[in-house]
């Protein structure tokens, strides 16, 4: 008789609901190898026995040849008494003990369920819901662990004897897909009116289809949630889109049929076709071309456009359909959350939607779509939400205990934190609205449940103010840990890029809640995970009005220009003066002279919006960071020219002072150089000043590596302006690649700072 060995094989990782138990039955059936394969909650199990030398390419092939969806993190093998299995079987799940699995995110529709839905011989063409183990909704369906279908959205829809026979063939590639479906089984799709009336029809695509190239606006289903469509090259009816969402002037996403097609409207890198293609299908920020055809109102003033390709096989059917890009925003009123659940939505959105292109699969977790930008040839992440959450971090320093972080106010994420895992959130939101709260509370019991993590402490942001923070205050019998927020910012891209620190933190966004109880926001750090100290920051400026000044970057304007110049600010030779309201402004001049309501503020963001304002761009803004959105588009050529500056190097933390900046805008603005120009110098100033004030602390800490955080860093011609200069001046420099910069990464950075303040306590 041969030689034989058994081993008993875990193998951790997104490895449920990604084809992995068939793929290990097909690898063992093909080496000869007897055993089981069954999934449990912390992952998959393997029995395995045979030939030795089989056993090790067994083992090699497990890794290398794991189905595309698989993400290993650890496989683990014992040996174990031969059993002298005969044949390989694949054994019901358990639910018992603790659960350790990952959760696949949702994936877009792949080519080989693309190719069976454009064949007419298939059973499941045009059928707008097929997948299979490689492909479809995960995360956004699933109710609970372990991923079986059971515990699914698709629980409901019993499968007809075609589809079962797949579902239990081990060499079909739908063995055990939970999600799988056929037009005799699964979910249909249906049209209604703006009232949520069925419009009879025999064929929903096509009938959207013609409404769309009409003019009207469409509701469409698709995976985390509605979104909003229309025609994509036509102004009116855009115009129209906008008046009825109420939002005027925030750049809306388009779906383009094929890559093609996005190359004829924009720049694409390899890099960027990469992404846009990817199972991930992340809306990717592309330069708009010369001659893009897309309607202006899309995204006014800007140079780029937010594009995506169609991820579910409705989308694809639809897409050829009218063959033409669409307009592809999120189903909600503006400032609200996208609609997902049906009667939610034609409630909500039966003013804005003609129709509704809907079906009968329930989306469990609300998911928006994913934002990215590609940056020297990487990702940079401005939303992670579908295609990339519930995938979680692994981090460099394991959590000691389970920790739950609940990020900040605005573009909210939570985290939920165990062993090396940071598990960050899908996009809530902006917490300011009740029902993005009350998802954010539901999210969080969600997420503990599925990653069976029972927090034994609880981070938040300084901000008293973020409902976040109160909610984390709520919590009782967990031990509290407020986290400075620049300092979370910091700790966020160490974390992602295994940095164990310290580092140079420059953490740069609109606003922060600092530790002396001010308005932070350009600031310079010393960091690691449990300390930071503050070594510079931008010079303070009053912030006339607090919050209505962030909504009227004038304001900001005025208030630098009264620092620099005084009264005689009114002299000057500016637009920005003749159109300043000279009713209004004497009052906040006397606000600012005593102090009342301006608050002082270090803030980058508001710097920006000074400029911006200075330049003409814009007096007022309708969203968080438009104005410095705006002035990054504007900046044009390639200045490398700065204004000056001067760092108060007297006390401790140093100052950054920002008059000459000012000056500098002036003067050139009153010799009539043009705006692009005067936008990409103020770009090439900032980059100075990071690397001027880096260079000092390294000389006072000789600290040599430096984390770039901060919604500041979405600029793209900042963020490569200033690693350009700190990395010929030989710093390591760390930027985000995998959670945003903006504070939809502060949950990560709060968890890791939280674990670390803990692991000191002990
Ligand atoms: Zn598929
Ligand atoms: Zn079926
Ligand atoms: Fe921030």
């Avoid at 080496?31 to 069954?38: A, D, I, K, M, Y």
């Avoid at 609609?339 to 409630?347: R, S, T």
């Avoid at 301006?598 to 007096?619: C, E, H, K, M, Q």
Wanted: aromatic share 8%.
């Amino acid at each position: 008789m041969q030689m034989r060995d058994r081993r008993k094989i875990t193998v951790q990782g997104v490895v449920q609901g990604v084809g992995f138990r068939p793929f290990v039955y097909r690898l063992a059936s093909r080496l000869g190898l007897g055993g089981t394969v069954r999934n449990d909650t912390t992952g998959v199990v393997i029995d395995v026995e045979g030939e030795p030398a089989s056993l090790d390419t067994f083992l090699q092939a497990l890794v290398a040849e794991a189905p595309p969806l698989a993400v290993i993190e650890r496989v683990a093998a014992e040996r174990k008494p031969v059993r002298h299995y005969t044949t390989f079987a694949i054994e019901k799940s358990e639910v018992q003990g603790e659960k350790a699995v990952f959760i696949s995110p949702d994936v877009a529709a792949c080519p080989e369920c693309l190719r069976e839905l454009a064949d007419p011989q298939d059973r499941r063409y045009h059928y707008p819901f097929l997948n299979c183990t490689h492909c479809g909704p995960r995360f956004t369906i699933i109710i609970g662990v372990p991923y079986d279908r059971e515990r699914t959205t698709m629980a409901g829809f019993t499968m007809c004897p075609a589809c079962r026979a797949e579902y239990e063939d081990p060499r079909d590639r739908r063995f055990h897909a939970q999600p799988t479906a056929c037009p005799a089984c699964g979910p249909r799709l249906r049209v209604t009116d703006s009232q949520g009336n069925e419009v009879p029809t025999s064929d929903p695509i096509d009938f959207v289809g013609a409404r769309l190239q009409e003019g009207k606006i469409v509701a469409v289903k698709g995976l985390g949630g509605y979104h909003l469509a229309c025609d994509a090259l036509q102004d009116e009816v855009v115009r129209e889109l906008r008046k009825r969402k109420h939002r005027e002037a925030k750049p809306l996403a388009i779906m383009v049929p094929d890559l093609d097609t996005v190359r004829r409207l924009c720049e694409v890198s390899d890099v960027e076709a990469k992404l846009l293609t990817s199972p991930r299908r992340p809306i990717v920020l592309l330069r708009k071309r010369e001659d893009c055809p897309i309607a202006e109102e899309v995204a006014p003033r800007n140079r780029y456009l937010g594009v995506m390709l169609p991820y579910t096989p409705l989308h694809d059917l639809l897409m050829r359909q009218v063959a033409q890009p669409l307009v592809m925003t999120s189903g909600n009123l503006t400032e609200e959350p996208i609609a997902y659940e049906d009667d939610d939505a034609i409630g909500r959105l039966s003013g804005i939607a003609d129709y509704f292109l809907t079906h009968n699969r329930l989306v469990h977790m609300r998911c928006d779509d994913s934002v990215m930008r590609v940056v020297l040839g990487r990702e940079l992440p401005l939303r992670r939400s579908r295609g990339y959450a519930p995938l979680p971090i692994r981090v460099f320093m394991p959590f000691s205990l389970p920790i739950l972080a609940c990020g900040g106010q605005l573009k909210n994420t939570f985290c939920l934190a165990r062993g090396e895992y940071a598990f960050l959130s899908h996009h809530i939101g902006d917490l300011d609205d009740y029902r993005t709260y009350r998802s954010f509370v539901e999210g969080i019991e969600h997420f503990k449940r599925l990653f069976d993590i029972a927090p034994e402490a609880v981070a938040y942001d300084l901000h008293p103010g973020y409902l976040s923070s109160q909610y984390a205050l709520s919590l009782e019998g967990l031990p509290h840990i407020a986290v400075q927020h620049h300092h979370a910012h910091v700790a966020s891209c160490m974390a992602e890029n295994g940095c164990e620190g310290p580092v140079i933190g420059v953490a740069w966004d609109g606003t922060g809640y600092g530790s002396d109880g001010r308005i932070w926001g350009g600031e310079f750090l010393v960091a690691d995970y449990s300390h930071f100290k503050r070594l510079a920051h931008l010079e303070e400026i009053p912030l006339p009005g607090g919050e209505q000044a962030i909504r009227q970057p004038w304001r900001m304007a005025a208030a630098y220009l009264h620092r620099v110049y005084g009264e005689a600010m009114e002299g000057l030779n500016l637009d920005f003066i003749r159109r300043l309201d000279r009713r209004v402004w004497p009052i906040i001049r006397q606000m600012m002279a005593r102090g009342v309501n301006s608050p002082l503020t270090s803030s980058a963001g508001r710097l920006f919006d000074a400029v911006a304002a200075l330049l003409g761009l814009r007096d007022e803004v309708q969203y968080e960071a438009q104005a410095a959105l705006e002035l990054e588009m504007l900046a044009d050529g390639t200045a490398t020219e700065a204004y000056p500056f001067r760092i108060l190097s007297g006390g401790r933390p140093m100052v950054v002072e920002t008059k000459g900046i000012i000056k500098g805008v002036v003067q050139d603005l009153t010799r009539g150089e043009p705006a692009p120009l005067i936008a990409a110098k103020f770009h090439a100033t900032l980059g100075e000043i990071i690397l001027e004030v880096c260079c000092r602390i390294r000389e006072l800490t000789g600290l040599g590596q430096v984390a770039l955080s901060g919604g500041v860093f979405q600029n793209v011609r900042l963020l490569t302006a200033t690693v350009g200069r700190l990395t010929a001046a030989g710093f390591a420099v760390y930027t985000h690649s995998r959670v945003p910069p903006n504070d939809g990464g502060i949950a990560l950075g709060q968890a890791v700072v939280a674990n670390a303040i803990l692991a000191k306590g002990r």
